[in-house]
Every structure is written in structure tokens, then in C-alpha cells.
Nanobody
């Protein structure tokens, strides 16, 4: 069974950067797609990005393209989400999740979830 643990959230001003980490245990990354999701208060959970394999399959939501970068370090069994030029609308709880299927931003395709880390963008 896969376990995931997020870290790296915090409070930043608009235009700032944060790097989220998702440490995966219980299996290697090779067999899973790892997705990043976010949920703002009163809103549905949104798929932000996903990576599968050695970065050969990567997906981004249109709202974060050009600002967020997903990457993985197989040696550390960790997936990162580098977030640059953050905007107030990026404020949300961010979750990483694992799926044995293809890279996807669809929440229901993920079985394993972390507890989340809060990102707040405010001046």
C-alpha cells in the first residue's frame, strides 16, 4: 500500500514561490502516477499536475501552465511541485495522490492520498 506525505506549504506574497514535496513510501515511484490536487474553501478539488514514469508523461492544468513545474527524484522516492509567480487564486490545501493508472487530473482515478499541505498567497 502506498503512503504519501506532503510538505513545503506556507504563506507567500503574490509573485512568490514555493516548492511542495511529496514523499512516497510503500512502493517505488516506477509503478505509479503521482498527481497534485488542490482544494480551496467552498470549491471542488482540482487536479493541478501529474507525472508518471521518469517524467515522460506530465500533465498540467491550464491555470498553472508556465508557472508550476512537476518533477520526481526516484532516488528519494519524492515528487516535487515547484510553484512560481503564485497568485491569490492559488490559495488552497494541496494534496498529492497515487494511481496505478495513467497520468490524470481526475480525482476518482487516485486511490492513495496524503494529508495535504496549506498554501496561502496573500499580500
Amino acid at each position: 500500500q502506498l503512503q504519501l506525505a506532503e510538505s513545503g506549504g506556507g504563506s507567500v506574497q503574490p509573485g512568490g514561490s514555493l516548492r511542495l514535496s511529496c514523499v512516497v513510501s510503500g512502493s517505488t515511484l516506477d509503478y505509479y502516477a503521482i498527481g497534485w490536487f488542490r482544494q480551496a474553501p467552498g470549491k471542488e478539488r482540482e487536479g493541478v499536475s501529474c507525472v508518471r514514469g521518469s517524467g515522460g508523461s506530465i500533465v498540467y492544468a491550464d491555470s498553472v501552465k508556465g508557472r508550476f513545474t512537476i518533477s520526481r527524484d526516484n532516488a528519494k522516492n519524492t515528487v516535487y511541485l515547484q510553484m512560481n509567480n503564485l497568485k491569490p487564486e492559488d490559495t488552497a490545501a494541496y494534496f498529492c495522490a497515487g494511481s496505478r493508472g495513467y497520468c490524470s487530473r481526475i480525482e476518482n482515478e487516485y486511490v492513495y492520498w496524503g494529508q495535504g499541505t496549506q498554501v496561502t498567497v496573500s499580500s
